[in-house]
């Protein structure tokens, strides 16, 4: 279940009810796969192989599918991210730059954990902690950014509508204020 921090209050916002009401007001989606349906074999592995990718996807097919036909996502594939990922501290650097995409850019977490940080025009930049499970989507046009936790592991299905709409488009703003 996700958890929410708010940079310029520190307010944490937590609960099921409550995280799923301030997302919606922030156009977030937010919605949840069933953990458990990870094969045992994958929940704790970051290094993946293309077979291993490919049982993750067939494993959330149903959920994949729904989601592409609800929201017009044509592609789908997975992404880990560990200290064993050849880069990973300058991938890291990479990510940690805010931008926007004129997509909306939608992650499944599988397994780990990670943190968008989103942009609100009312409230300054606030958090999303991930877990596996959790669904987000960060709206199109809307400054953002992605990061690992503290344990620096996570895997994810991403869905595009297409491979362009992805394109970071990197924005220098004076309110970001760093964690
Ligand atoms: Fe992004």
Redesign the pocket.
Same mark, same amino acid.
């Given at each position: 279940m996700a958890e929410i921090r708010i940079r310029n209050t520190n307010e944490r916002i937590t609960g099921e009810a409550n995280v799923k009401a301030f997302l919606d007001s922030q156009e977030v989606v937010y919605e949840h796969w069933d953990a458990n349906k990870m094969p045992e074999a994958l929940r704790e592995k970051f290094v993946l192989n293309d077979e291993e990718k490919a049982e993750i996807l067939a494993t959330y097919d149903a959920e994949i599918r729904d989601l592409a036909a609800r929201r017009g996502y044509e592609i789908w594939d997975v992404i880990s991210l560990s200290d064993a990922t050849p880069n990973i501290e300058e991938l890291l650097k990479k990510?940690e730059q805010v *931008?926007? *995409?004129t997509e909306d850019?939608i992650r499944a977490i599988v397994s780990g954990k990670g943190i %968008?940080i989103i942009k609100s025009e009312e409230l300054g930049y606030f958090d999303v902690e991930l877990e596996p499970g959790d669904v987000i989507s960060?709206p199109e046009n809307t400054n *953002? %950014? %992605?990061t690992l936790m503290d344990n620096r592991q996570i895997v994810a299905v991403r869905l595009f509508i297409e491979k362009d709409g992805?394109i970071?488009y990197n924005v220098e703003d004076p309110d970001f204020i760093k964690a």
């Open positions: 990510f *931008h926007t *995409h850019e %968008f960060v *953002h %950014f %992605f992805w970071a």
